[in-house]
């Protein structure tokens, strides 16, 4: 490959590593083909955003208590993460999410259906490319986490199979 051709290459990773962030995306994979037997693979990903969690923090003592506030409801549970459910069932790219086949056509899974192994859940289009997604194993579709058209990336939970 001409150093000319790697310069370029240079730059359009760098397109790319600029269009993950700024789309707030994590992982982006691109494949170009130049000819016959040259082409250019490339994945681009970065780690999420670092949560950080601060301890609650004890108010200042005050000379004059102020009286107490009535009690507040108790705040709900903490949900867990969708994607640690056993029956979940994550996104393995990233794109756009189709229900159904076509506009109109019934889609493919309803919550309380009962699907087997193989099945297609949904759709997920990835430049381009119709990649239908199969049920890991037969079961009832308990909860679908993603709407009609939504994007999403790697990991997203998609549907939880019980």
């Known amino acids: 490959m001409a150093n000319k051709s790697h310069d370029a290459d240079v730059a359009f990773i760098k397109a790319l590593a600029e269009l993950l962030h700024d789309n707030d995306l994590t992982e982006l994979q691109v494949k170009r083909d130049y000819d016959e037997n040259d082409s250019l693979n490339v994945r681009v990903s970065r780690v999420g955003p670092a949560v950080s969690v601060q ?4 108010p200042p003592i005050a000379a004059d208590p102020a009286p107490a506030p009535a009690a ?7 949900a867990e993460d969708p994607a640690s459910h056993p029956g979940a069932v994550t996104s393995p790219m990233v794109g756009t999410v189709y229900m159904q086949a076509e506009p109109g056509a019934p889609a493919f899974i309803s919550v309380g259906a009962s699907i087997s192994e193989g099945d297609t859940l949904l759709i997920v289009e990835a430049m381009k490319t119709m990649n239908h ?5 037969s079961g009832t579709i308990k909860r679908i986490m993603v709407e009609d058209g939504a994007a999403v990336e790697y990991g997203t939970p998609l549907v939880i199979i019980e």
């Open 55 to 58: 301890a609650p923090v004890a």
């Open 72 to 78: 507040a409801p108790s705040a709900p549970p903490v």
């Open 133 to 137: 997604i199969p049920a890991p194993n």
